[in-house]
């Protein structure tokens, strides 16, 4: 199974999303240059220990955007099931 993370930015006028492996959620990360951004690994940690179990790694910040992150499954050779 292949590890992906559905992402939402939201730095303030502009809100982007995507479907990243970890590495594509580093290198995403990365060349958004965010002040005080936790590394992508950090953040993928955070879903393992979260509260309310909903699966969903949240990172805001001071300076004025905010990150949702949340993990889900692919299969390896049946992008159909997502789970």
């Known amino acids: 199974m292949k590890t992906r993370y559905l992402w939402t930015?939201?730095?303030?006028r502009e809100t982007r999303s995507g479907l990243d492996t970890l590495d594509g959620l580093s290198v995403?990360?990365?060349g958004e240059h965010l002040p005080g951004v936790m590394?992508?690994?950090?953040?993928v940690a955070t879903l393992g220990i979260d509260e309310d179990d909903a699966g969903i790694?949240?990172?805001v910040s001071a300076h004025g955007w905010s990150l949702r992150v949340r993990r889900l499954l692919h299969?390896?050779?049946d992008h159909s099931s997502i789970s």
């Open 9 to 12: 930015l939201d730095a303030g």
């Open 75 to 77: 299969a390896a050779d």
């Open 39 to 43: 590394p992508a690994d950090w953040i």
């Open 28 to 30: 995403t990360l990365t």
């Open 57 to 59: 790694a949240e990172h």
